[in-house]
C-alpha cells in the first residue's frame, strides 16, 4: 500500500494481543519489518523495539494521510487514546467500510428496464 506522497498512521495487535501505534510511507514494508521479515541492515531497524518481543504482529487499523506532519499529529492522537477508545476507532472504521462495500453492491445491480407502452 504505497502511493506516492502518502503517509500512513497504523495500529498494530501485537501477539500478546497489545496495540501499537506508529506511521509510516510505506505501509506494507513497514508491517513486514516489525514482523522481522524483509531486508534490514541491523536488529535495530527489524521493527520497533516493542513489537520486536511480541511478534506476529497483524495490521489492525490504518489511515492514509497526505503529509509526514499531519501523519506524526494523528499518531500522536491516537496513542492519547486509551485501549477502549483505540477499539471503538477500529470498528467505526469497520462499519463504515461495510457500509461502503453494500453502497458498492447496490450501484453494480443493473438498472430494470423501463417497459415501453
Known amino acids: 500500500m504505497k502511493t506516492e506522497n502518502s503517509f500512513f498512521v497504523y495500529v498494530l495487535k501485537c501477539s500478546d494481543n497489545t496495540l501499537y501505534t506508529g506511521y509510516t510511507n510505506d505501509l506494507d ?27 506476529p504482529v497483524i495490521l489492525y487499523y490504518y489511515e492514509e494521510l497526505t503529509d509526514k506532519g499531519a501523519a506524526m499529529s494523528r499518531e500522536y492522537e491516537i496513542k492519547q487514546l486509551t485501549r ?18 453494500d453502497m458498492k453492491k447496490e450501484k453494480k445491480k443493473p438498472k430494470k428496464e423501463k417497459e415501453k407502452k
Not at 522481522?36 to 513489537?51: D, F, H, M, V, W
Open 29 to 55: 514494508k513497514r508491517v513486514m519489518i516489525h514482523n522481522g521479515e524483509g531486508e534490514t541492515k541491523s536488529i535495530k531497524s527489524a521493527g520497533a523495539k516493542y513489537t520486536r518481543g511480541r511478534r
Open 84 to 101: 477502549k477508545q483505540k477499539e471503538e476507532l477500529i470498528n467505526l472504521k469497520k462499519i463504515n467500510m461495510a457500509k461502503g462495500q
